[in-house]
């Protein structure tokens, strides 16, 4: 199911995450017994299919994504999966007005793997949805290497770069940065 949610995301030219990083999600969701999951960018459901595989059967994936036909694609890789239709719900819209409507620390995890420019609008909401002892993933945090590179100053790595000093510096989580997949920053909620 992974291969073919993974085909399908070539398919349409979205990413999905690497292997790697489906693995480090699938043992958080199971770590943090995590009921109610946020992912923001469905794609086409690779890494919705790794969170809920580390899920209980009663825990409840919310995705959001503005391009309908990702979801309809993310839909199709749930199905195959034989994942319980209850077990998500697919918001489609853009994430910075969808986020605000949900509630304040009702989250177990939230990944963030859309839009890198948006990464810092997204990390706030996502700071805010978590409970204690929730985690934020934060996907492509080294954006292919040149996030460590100092020489490179483009806007997408220096907005990026700032994410990851940011939650360094908040000393509401706990933060550390995987080297799986393209870099998977990872924080705890305290």
């Not at 899920?55 to 839909?75: F, K, N, S």
């Amino acid at each position: 199911m992974l291969l073919r949610a993974r085909e399908r995301a070539s398919e349409l030219g979205t990413p999905a995450v690497l292997p790697g990083v489906g693995a480090v999600l699938r043992v958080l969701a199971a770590a943090t017994n995590a009921h109610a999951v946020v992912e923001v960018g469905t794609g086409a459901g690779v890494a919705a299919l790794w969170l809920l595989r580390g899920m209980p059967l009663d825990g409840q994936l919310t995705t959001i994504d503005r391009e309908v036909e990702h979801q309809r694609a993310a839909r199709a890789a749930f199905a195959e999966d034989g994942v319980a239709p209850h077990r998500t719900r697919i918001i489609p819209g853009r994430p910075g007005d969808v986020l605000p409507r949900l509630a304040d620390g009702a989250y177990d995890l939230v990944l963030v793997a859309s839009d890198p420019l948006a990464y810092p609008e997204y990390v706030d909401e996502a700071l805010r949805l978590l409970r204690p002892g929730g985690v934020l993933a934060v996907d492509g945090a080294l954006l292919r290497d040149r996030v460590a590179d100092p020489a490179r100053r483009d806007e997408l790595t220096t907005v990026v770069r700032e994410v990851g000093r940011t939650l360094r510096n908040d000393e509401r989580v706990l933060p550390a940065m995987l080297p799986s997949g393209d870099g998977l920053l990872l924080a705890v909620r305290r």
